[in-house]
């Protein structure tokens, strides 16, 4: 119970700072979550890609890197261009 307990305060920490609980979500595999990433991804660097989507060698690249990052913060810092990934 202490996880359900947990997992209910890290919901309820990120509603209050603005984002959205997605219950679709909830409960699916992390390859549902990685795909789920991935297209928005793809959707916020539309202009960057010039149109076109991630390959999967692209995709693997980007979660190798942010799979090197220690802390969250860490991995904002990479998404925002600090962290040497470009």
């Known amino acids: ?7 209910q305060a890290v919901i309820e920490k990120l509603k209050s ?4 609980y997605l219950s679709d979500y909830s409960g699916v595999t ?7 990433w991935r ?6 660097n ?3 890609l010039d149109g076109e989507a ?20 860490d991995a904002q810092l990479m998404f925002v261009g600090a962290g040497g990934c470009r």
């Not at 700072?17 to 959205?20: D, F, I, K, L, V």
């Not at 992390?30 to 789920?36: F, K, Q, R, S």
């Not at 999967?56 to 942010?66: A, T």
């Open 1 to 7: 119970m202490a996880e359900d307990k947990f997992e």
């Open 17 to 20: 700072e603005g984002w959205e």
């Open 30 to 36: 992390v390859y549902h979550l990685y795909d789920h």
């Open 39 to 44: 297209d928005i991804l793809n959707q916020n």
């Open 46 to 48: 539309r202009n960057r």
């Open 54 to 73: 991630l390959s999967d060698n692209e995709f693997n690249q980007v979660c190798i890197e942010l799979m090197k990052n220690k802390t969250p913060h």
